[in-house]
Protein backbone atom coordinates (compact mmCIF):
# COMPACT_ATOMS: atom_id res chain seq x y z
CA UNK A 1 0.00 0.00 0.00
CA UNK A 2 1.28 3.20 -0.79
CA UNK A 3 -0.40 6.97 -0.22
CA UNK A 4 0.68 9.91 -2.71
CA UNK A 5 -0.48 13.65 -2.22
CA UNK A 6 0.51 17.03 -4.36
CA UNK A 7 -1.92 19.85 -5.60
CA UNK A 8 -2.81 22.50 -7.01
CA UNK A 9 -1.15 22.53 -10.28
CA UNK A 10 -0.48 19.90 -12.79
CA UNK A 11 3.35 20.31 -11.64
CA UNK A 12 2.41 18.78 -8.27
CA UNK A 13 -0.03 15.93 -10.01
CA UNK A 14 1.87 15.01 -12.40
CA UNK A 15 4.91 13.13 -10.96
CA UNK A 16 2.63 11.76 -8.35
CA UNK A 17 0.67 10.19 -10.95
CA UNK A 18 3.65 8.72 -13.04
CA UNK A 19 4.69 7.74 -9.56
CA UNK A 20 1.37 5.41 -9.45
CA UNK A 21 1.99 4.04 -12.86
CA UNK A 22 5.75 2.86 -11.94
CA UNK A 23 4.32 1.10 -9.42
CA UNK A 24 1.85 -0.53 -10.90
CA UNK A 25 4.05 -1.73 -13.73
CA UNK A 26 6.50 -2.99 -11.13
CA UNK A 27 3.33 -4.82 -8.91
CA UNK A 28 0.38 -4.53 -10.87
CA UNK A 29 -1.53 -5.60 -7.06
CA UNK A 30 -0.29 -2.72 -5.47
CA UNK A 31 -2.84 -0.50 -3.22
CA UNK A 32 -2.62 3.01 -4.63
CA UNK A 33 -4.35 6.08 -2.70
CA UNK A 34 -4.10 9.69 -3.44
CA UNK A 35 -4.81 12.19 -0.84
CA UNK A 36 -6.11 15.71 -1.98
CA UNK A 37 -9.01 18.32 -1.75
CA UNK A 38 -12.12 17.71 -2.55
CA UNK A 39 -13.49 18.91 -6.41
CA UNK A 40 -10.06 19.23 -6.98
CA UNK A 41 -7.73 19.16 -10.25
CA UNK A 42 -6.21 16.22 -8.40
CA UNK A 43 -9.01 14.60 -7.60
CA UNK A 44 -10.22 14.02 -11.62
CA UNK A 45 -7.30 13.59 -12.81
CA UNK A 46 -6.34 10.54 -10.22
CA UNK A 47 -9.88 9.15 -11.03
CA UNK A 48 -9.15 9.48 -14.33
CA UNK A 49 -5.80 7.70 -13.68
CA UNK A 50 -8.24 4.84 -11.72
CA UNK A 51 -6.34 5.47 -8.58
CA UNK A 52 -8.27 5.39 -5.05
CA UNK A 53 -9.32 8.97 -4.03
CA UNK A 54 -9.75 10.47 -0.47
CA UNK A 55 -9.76 14.21 0.35
CA UNK A 56 -8.65 16.13 3.88
CA UNK A 57 -8.84 19.64 4.48
CA UNK A 58 -5.91 22.03 3.75
CA UNK A 59 -5.79 25.27 3.85
CA UNK A 60 -2.51 27.94 2.10
CA UNK A 61 -0.94 30.31 4.32
CA UNK A 62 -2.42 33.87 3.96
CA UNK A 63 -1.48 37.02 4.98
CA UNK A 64 -2.83 38.64 8.51
CA UNK A 65 -4.03 37.26 11.54
CA UNK A 66 -7.23 35.61 10.31
CA UNK A 67 -5.60 34.49 7.45
CA UNK A 68 -2.80 32.97 9.76
CA UNK A 69 -5.31 31.55 12.33
CA UNK A 70 -7.69 29.80 9.08
CA UNK A 71 -4.36 28.33 8.02
CA UNK A 72 -3.75 26.75 11.23
CA UNK A 73 -7.18 25.47 12.16
CA UNK A 74 -7.92 23.89 8.70
CA UNK A 75 -4.46 22.12 8.63
CA UNK A 76 -4.85 20.97 11.97
CA UNK A 77 -8.17 19.63 11.31
CA UNK A 78 -6.44 17.90 8.11
CA UNK A 79 -3.36 16.10 10.38
CA UNK A 80 -6.35 14.67 12.72
CA UNK A 81 -8.09 12.90 10.05
CA UNK A 82 -5.02 12.16 7.97
CA UNK A 83 -4.03 10.30 11.04
CA UNK A 84 -7.06 8.37 11.46
CA UNK A 85 -6.73 7.59 7.45
CA UNK A 86 -3.03 6.08 7.94
CA UNK A 87 -4.09 4.10 10.46
CA UNK A 88 -6.87 3.04 9.05
CA UNK A 89 -5.05 1.89 5.33
CA UNK A 90 -1.53 0.93 6.91
CA UNK A 91 0.26 2.48 3.90
CA UNK A 92 3.94 1.38 3.63
CA UNK A 93 5.11 4.38 2.52
CA UNK A 94 3.74 8.33 1.98
CA UNK A 95 5.42 10.27 -0.88
CA UNK A 96 4.41 14.30 -1.16
CA UNK A 97 5.04 16.15 -4.58
CA UNK A 98 4.31 19.61 -3.21
CA UNK A 99 1.43 21.85 -2.96
CA UNK A 100 -0.40 22.65 0.28
CA UNK A 101 -2.57 19.79 -0.27
CA UNK A 102 0.30 17.20 0.95
CA UNK A 103 1.41 18.98 4.08
CA UNK A 104 -1.59 17.52 6.63
CA UNK A 105 -0.73 13.84 5.66
CA UNK A 106 3.14 14.45 5.15
CA UNK A 107 2.72 15.67 8.80
CA UNK A 108 0.72 12.93 10.01
CA UNK A 109 2.67 10.12 8.34
CA UNK A 110 5.99 11.95 10.07
CA UNK A 111 4.37 12.09 13.83
CA UNK A 112 2.92 8.35 13.62
CA UNK A 113 6.54 7.71 12.86
CA UNK A 114 5.67 6.16 8.78
CA UNK A 115 8.18 6.02 6.23
CA UNK A 116 7.62 9.52 4.47
CA UNK A 117 9.17 10.37 1.22
CA UNK A 118 9.05 14.18 0.03
CA UNK A 119 9.81 14.67 -3.86
CA UNK A 120 11.23 18.36 -4.20
CA UNK A 121 10.84 18.96 -8.19
CA UNK A 122 12.85 22.40 -8.41
CA UNK A 123 16.10 23.07 -7.53
CA UNK A 124 16.09 25.23 -4.46
CA UNK A 125 14.13 23.63 -1.72
CA UNK A 126 11.26 24.79 -0.30
CA UNK A 127 10.29 25.69 3.92
CA UNK A 128 8.02 23.13 4.23
CA UNK A 129 10.39 20.52 2.45
CA UNK A 130 13.00 21.59 5.05
CA UNK A 131 10.50 21.03 7.60
CA UNK A 132 9.25 17.93 7.23
CA UNK A 133 12.66 16.90 6.49
CA UNK A 134 13.94 17.82 9.53
CA UNK A 135 11.24 16.08 11.61
CA UNK A 136 12.54 12.97 10.06
CA UNK A 137 11.06 12.63 6.19
CA UNK A 138 13.07 11.70 3.64
CA UNK A 139 14.28 13.29 0.63
CA UNK A 140 13.87 12.83 -3.20
CA UNK A 141 14.75 15.81 -5.74
CA UNK A 142 14.15 15.93 -9.23
CA UNK A 143 16.66 18.81 -10.01
CA UNK A 144 20.80 19.62 -8.99
CA UNK A 145 21.24 23.29 -8.81
CA UNK A 146 25.17 23.37 -9.32
CA UNK A 147 25.62 25.23 -5.92
CA UNK A 148 25.44 24.82 -2.72
CA UNK A 149 22.27 26.32 -1.77
CA UNK A 150 20.78 23.18 -2.93
CA UNK A 151 23.55 20.60 -2.20
CA UNK A 152 20.76 18.48 -0.57
CA UNK A 153 22.61 16.47 1.93
CA UNK A 154 24.26 18.86 3.20
CA UNK A 155 22.36 21.74 3.04
CA UNK A 156 19.68 19.27 5.41
CA UNK A 157 21.87 17.47 7.15
CA UNK A 158 21.05 14.33 5.86
CA UNK A 159 22.61 11.26 5.57
CA UNK A 160 23.45 9.58 2.30
CA UNK A 161 20.79 6.84 2.64
CA UNK A 162 17.91 9.36 3.60
CA UNK A 163 18.39 11.78 -0.06
CA UNK A 164 18.39 10.88 -3.90
CA UNK A 165 18.58 12.61 -6.74
CA UNK A 166 15.70 10.76 -9.21
CA UNK A 167 14.63 13.51 -11.34
CA UNK A 168 11.32 14.01 -11.84
CA UNK A 169 8.81 11.82 -13.21
CA UNK A 170 6.91 12.24 -16.31
CA UNK A 171 4.00 10.56 -17.49
CA UNK A 172 3.81 7.64 -19.63
CA UNK A 173 1.83 9.12 -22.30
CA UNK A 174 3.99 12.00 -22.61
CA UNK A 175 7.28 9.89 -22.84
CA UNK A 176 5.43 7.41 -25.70
CA UNK A 177 4.63 10.70 -27.38
CA UNK A 178 8.07 11.93 -27.39
CA UNK A 179 9.15 8.72 -28.66
CA UNK A 180 6.26 8.67 -31.51
CA UNK A 181 6.60 9.87 -35.12
CA UNK A 182 5.39 13.56 -35.46
CA UNK A 183 1.49 13.91 -35.72
CA UNK A 184 -0.44 16.37 -37.63
CA UNK A 185 -1.28 18.89 -35.30
CA UNK A 186 -4.14 21.43 -36.46
CA UNK A 187 -4.11 24.43 -38.54
CA UNK A 188 0.01 23.73 -38.50
CA UNK A 189 2.41 22.97 -41.72
CA UNK A 190 4.98 20.19 -41.83
CA UNK A 191 8.36 21.07 -42.33
CA UNK A 192 7.82 24.88 -40.96
CA UNK A 193 9.88 26.38 -38.19
CA UNK A 194 7.60 25.59 -35.13
CA UNK A 195 7.45 27.90 -31.63
CA UNK A 196 5.90 26.40 -29.00
CA UNK A 197 5.12 28.91 -25.82
CA UNK A 198 4.01 27.69 -22.46
CA UNK A 199 2.19 29.63 -19.62
CA UNK A 200 2.17 26.39 -17.36
CA UNK A 201 -1.10 24.75 -16.26
CA UNK A 202 -2.80 28.67 -15.27
CA UNK A 203 -1.42 30.38 -18.02
CA UNK A 204 1.07 33.51 -18.33
CA UNK A 205 -0.57 36.71 -19.26
CA UNK A 206 2.95 37.88 -19.76
CA UNK A 207 3.98 34.94 -22.35
CA UNK A 208 0.44 35.41 -23.82
CA UNK A 209 0.81 39.01 -24.83
CA UNK A 210 4.41 39.51 -25.48
CA UNK A 211 5.25 36.17 -27.45
CA UNK A 212 2.16 36.91 -30.58
CA UNK A 213 3.73 40.60 -30.67
CA UNK A 214 8.06 38.75 -30.65
CA UNK A 215 6.67 36.35 -33.64
CA UNK A 216 5.36 38.53 -35.40
CA UNK A 217 8.06 40.40 -35.45
CA UNK A 218 10.01 37.86 -36.57
CA UNK A 219 7.80 37.00 -39.44
CA UNK A 220 7.82 40.77 -40.37
CA UNK A 221 11.53 40.10 -40.62
CA UNK A 222 11.04 36.78 -43.08
CA UNK A 223 11.22 34.42 -40.64
CA UNK A 224 8.69 31.71 -41.58
CA UNK A 225 7.19 30.04 -38.49
CA UNK A 226 3.71 28.76 -37.00
CA UNK A 227 2.99 28.38 -33.36
CA UNK A 228 1.70 26.00 -30.64
CA UNK A 229 0.43 28.23 -27.71
CA UNK A 230 -1.27 26.84 -24.90
CA UNK A 231 -2.37 30.04 -23.18
CA UNK A 232 -4.75 28.69 -20.34
CA UNK A 233 -8.68 29.37 -20.37
CA UNK A 234 -8.64 33.20 -19.39
CA UNK A 235 -6.64 34.36 -22.84
CA UNK A 236 -7.17 31.46 -25.50
CA UNK A 237 -9.17 33.82 -27.52
CA UNK A 238 -7.50 36.83 -27.13
CA UNK A 239 -3.97 35.11 -28.06
CA UNK A 240 -6.08 33.25 -30.96
CA UNK A 241 -6.92 36.40 -32.37
CA UNK A 242 -3.72 37.85 -31.41
CA UNK A 243 -2.12 35.21 -33.92
CA UNK A 244 -4.66 35.81 -36.46
CA UNK A 245 -4.06 39.09 -37.07
CA UNK A 246 -0.56 38.72 -37.28
CA UNK A 247 -0.73 36.29 -40.45
CA UNK A 248 0.56 33.32 -38.59
CA UNK A 249 -0.73 29.85 -38.63
CA UNK A 250 -1.26 28.53 -34.94
CA UNK A 251 -2.44 26.37 -32.96
CA UNK A 252 -3.84 27.86 -29.57
CA UNK A 253 -5.73 25.95 -26.65
CA UNK A 254 -6.18 26.38 -23.36
CA UNK A 255 -4.31 23.12 -22.45
CA UNK A 256 -3.75 19.38 -23.82
CA UNK A 257 -4.23 16.08 -22.36
CA UNK A 258 -1.22 15.06 -25.72
CA UNK A 259 1.66 17.58 -24.50
CA UNK A 260 4.25 15.04 -25.66
CA UNK A 261 2.72 15.15 -29.56
CA UNK A 262 2.89 19.00 -29.47
CA UNK A 263 6.70 19.18 -27.91
CA UNK A 264 7.27 16.97 -30.77
CA UNK A 265 6.54 19.54 -33.14
CA UNK A 266 8.60 22.23 -31.37
CA UNK A 267 11.75 23.76 -32.53
CA UNK A 268 12.03 26.22 -29.71
CA UNK A 269 10.04 26.24 -26.72
CA UNK A 270 9.09 29.98 -25.02
CA UNK A 271 8.01 28.92 -20.77
CA UNK A 272 7.80 29.73 -17.57
CA UNK A 273 10.15 27.55 -15.52
CA UNK A 274 8.16 25.58 -13.55
CA UNK A 275 9.71 22.52 -12.51
CA UNK A 276 7.66 20.02 -14.58
CA UNK A 277 8.18 22.40 -17.74
CA UNK A 278 12.02 22.16 -17.74
CA UNK A 279 11.66 18.81 -17.31
CA UNK A 280 9.61 17.93 -20.38
CA UNK A 281 11.90 20.43 -22.06
CA UNK A 282 14.98 18.22 -20.73
CA UNK A 283 12.73 14.82 -22.22
CA UNK A 284 12.14 16.45 -25.19
CA UNK A 285 15.78 17.73 -26.02
CA UNK A 286 14.57 20.77 -27.86
CA UNK A 287 16.08 24.71 -27.60
CA UNK A 288 14.33 26.72 -25.16
CA UNK A 289 13.49 30.50 -23.91
CA UNK A 290 12.82 30.48 -20.13
CA UNK A 291 11.13 33.30 -18.32
CA UNK A 292 10.47 32.49 -14.84
CA UNK A 293 7.86 33.64 -12.85
CA UNK A 294 9.25 36.59 -10.76
CA UNK A 295 6.69 35.83 -7.71
CA UNK A 296 7.66 32.35 -7.16
CA UNK A 297 8.32 31.06 -3.76
CA UNK A 298 11.89 31.47 -2.61
CA UNK A 299 12.09 32.87 -6.98
CA UNK A 300 12.46 28.73 -7.55
CA UNK A 301 11.73 29.29 -10.96
CA UNK A 302 14.55 31.21 -11.72
CA UNK A 303 16.80 29.05 -9.90
CA UNK A 304 15.16 25.66 -12.62
CA UNK A 305 16.07 27.93 -15.51
CA UNK A 306 19.51 28.42 -14.51
CA UNK A 307 19.92 25.31 -14.12
CA UNK A 308 19.61 24.77 -17.80
CA UNK A 309 21.03 27.97 -18.86
CA UNK A 310 24.52 26.99 -16.90
CA UNK A 311 24.24 23.48 -19.17
CA UNK A 312 23.79 25.74 -22.16
CA UNK A 313 20.39 24.21 -22.81
CA UNK A 314 18.51 27.08 -22.28
CA UNK A 315 17.99 31.37 -22.77
CA UNK A 316 16.97 32.33 -19.29
CA UNK A 317 15.14 36.57 -20.01
CA UNK A 318 13.92 38.03 -16.67
CA UNK A 319 10.56 39.22 -17.06
CA UNK A 320 11.59 42.54 -15.59
CA UNK A 321 14.01 42.90 -18.82
CA UNK A 322 12.02 41.51 -21.35
CA UNK A 323 9.77 42.82 -24.25
CA UNK A 324 8.83 41.12 -27.70
CA UNK A 325 11.99 42.93 -29.21
CA UNK A 326 14.20 41.15 -27.10
CA UNK A 327 12.31 38.20 -27.50
CA UNK A 328 11.47 37.92 -31.21
CA UNK A 329 15.45 38.64 -30.76
CA UNK A 330 16.52 35.25 -28.76
CA UNK A 331 13.61 33.20 -31.11
CA UNK A 332 15.80 34.38 -34.46
CA UNK A 333 18.84 33.61 -33.26
CA UNK A 334 17.65 30.48 -32.65
CA UNK A 335 15.63 29.97 -35.41
CA UNK A 336 18.54 30.80 -37.42
CA UNK A 337 22.02 29.04 -35.99
CA UNK A 338 21.47 25.50 -36.38
CA UNK A 339 24.29 24.34 -34.76
CA UNK A 340 23.90 26.14 -31.67
CA UNK A 341 20.58 25.34 -31.28
CA UNK A 342 21.95 21.91 -32.17
CA UNK A 343 23.81 22.02 -29.13
CA UNK A 344 21.59 23.25 -26.53
CA UNK A 345 19.30 20.23 -27.94
CA UNK A 346 22.11 17.75 -26.46
CA UNK A 347 23.05 19.83 -23.33
CA UNK A 348 19.34 19.43 -22.69
CA UNK A 349 18.80 15.53 -23.65
CA UNK A 350 21.92 15.40 -21.15
CA UNK A 351 20.18 16.82 -18.34
CA UNK A 352 16.95 14.54 -18.86
CA UNK A 353 16.00 11.70 -16.77
CA UNK A 354 13.48 9.54 -18.72
CA UNK A 355 13.44 6.86 -15.90
CA UNK A 356 12.67 9.52 -13.38
CA UNK A 357 9.97 7.58 -11.80
CA UNK A 358 11.32 3.93 -11.99
CA UNK A 359 14.05 5.55 -9.78
CA UNK A 360 11.89 6.73 -7.11
CA UNK A 361 10.38 3.66 -6.97
CA UNK A 362 13.38 2.04 -6.03
CA UNK A 363 14.00 4.52 -3.47
CA UNK A 364 10.85 3.72 -1.71
CA UNK A 365 11.55 0.34 -1.73
CA UNK A 366 15.17 1.33 -0.62
CA UNK A 367 14.06 3.63 2.43
CA UNK A 368 11.69 0.69 3.55
CA UNK A 369 14.24 -2.01 3.38
CA UNK A 370 16.42 0.44 6.09
CA UNK A 371 13.04 1.59 7.87
CA UNK A 372 12.43 -2.34 8.76
Not at 136 to 162: I, K, V
Not at 213 to 229: D, E, P, S, Y
Not at 304 to 322: D, I, K, M, R
Not at 334 to 358: K, Q, T
Amino acid sequence: RLMVSGGGTGGHITPALALCEALRAHAPHSALWYIGRARSLEQRMARDAGVHFAALPAAPLRPGLWGLLRCAAVNLRGVIQACVLIVRVRPAAIVGFGGYVSFPLLLAGVCLRRTVIVHEANAVPGKTVRLLVRLGARLAYGLESGRDEFRHARTLRLHPERVCCTGNPLRRAFLDDLRAAPQDVPGLQPGVATVMVLGGSQGSRCLNTLAPQALRIVRAAGGALQAIHLAGAADEAQVRAAYADAGIAAYVAAFSERLGMLYRRADVVIARAGALSVSEICARGVPAVLVPFPHATDNHQHANAAVLAEHGAAVLLPEAELDAARLAGTVQRLLGDALHAAAMSAAARFLAVPDAAERLRMFIEQCLVTTS
